[in-house]
């Protein structure tokens, strides 16, 4: 049997997905039991942002190594506990959720020998993609004067400069997923990258 060791919250289905894949699989639930050993190393911002809405499960260290010394593969997310490599001796494949591996770089799993996947390219890049695209017209329609405007119950028209998005070069740094996204949606508005746009889709 492979061990799976799930630390991430997932849902019940997904568990049962993961354990349908293969019969040598053996899936241990371990969602909710690390949320204090993350809550006490990683930031306050970080815990609330994150943490608030998990269903923690009251774990001590020792059972936490207890999961770790037997697990194999571990499903996992953001944050994580810092310390996995060195209390998983059997860990072969780490696969976090979120899609950056930069995230891990404060894990020891950073330059181990554990192979580390991630779920790049199976999230809704387009979500993303189209709050960048609000956040320029935030500002080259002026629309937090706007809201300042309506906030107040004024109207202060001689300070708006809108400006528009189309003719602008949008520069984007990385063509992944995202950037993909955020290209195609000002190439929409009228604006674009400096390269010809049958090379950026290529």
Known sequence: MTEVLIITPVADEDLD?????DTRLKVVDGRGLFDNEIRETWSRWTVQRYLRSH???P???RERDQLLATAEIILGGWPYPMTLCSRAPCLRWYHQLPAGASNLLRSDLWGSHV???TSRGYGN???MAEYVLASFLYFSRDLYRACNDQRFHKSE???YRPVLLQGKTAGIIGAGGI???VAKLC???GCGPPWPYSTMYA
């Open 115 to 117: 192979v580390v996947t």
């Open 17 to 21: 997905r993961i354990a349908a894949v």
């Open 125 to 127: 890049t387009r979500a």
């Open 179 to 181: 950037g993909k996204e």
């Open 187 to 189: 190439a929409g508005a």
């Open 55 to 57: 269903k923690s499960r």
């Open 59 to 61: 774990s001590t260290g």
């Open 157 to 159: 028209r001689a300070t």
